[in-house]
């Protein structure tokens, strides 16, 4: 088993900025995929990066240039630094974690709300 805790989130103004947190412990050696996901009301579920053991972290065409994923295996924890915020960014933001063979697990999720 995996255990995810999102930290970080919080009502920002408009063009502010957040970094959101992932802690994460238990059976950990084999995850070799980590990433965001956001849920907006009303919205599904939607990838907002990933970063994958040896690669270049990947990010959705709405994130591009703003937000930065990166992850401290000694400190254990996955990062999400969000700049340049708007309110389309308002939703709960999830980690997720994916070990070699499939196993998957999530956060509770963290709230962040953009204000105009």
């Known amino acids: 088993q995996v255990q995810l805790l999102e930290s970080g989130g919080g009502l920002v103004q408009a063009g502010g900025s957040l970094r959101l947190s992932c802690a994460y412990s238990?059976?950990?050696?084999?995850?070799?995929?980590m990433d965001w996901y956001r849920q907006a009301p009303g919205k599904q579920r939607e990838l907002v990066a990933r970063i994958t053991s040896g690669r270049t972290p990947n990010y959705a065409e709405f994130v591009k240039g703003r937000f930065t994923i990166s992850r401290d295996v000694t400190k254990k924890t996955m990062y999400l630094e969000m700049n340049s915020l708007t309110p389309e960014d308002t939703a709960v933001y999830y980690c997720?974690?994916?070990?070699?063979?499939?196993?998957?697990?999530w956060g509770q999720g963290t709230q962040v709300t953009v204000s105009s």
């Open positions: 238990g059976n950990i050696l084999l995850i070799n995929v």
């Open positions: 997720h974690a994916v070990r070699l063979g499939g196993a998957d697990y």
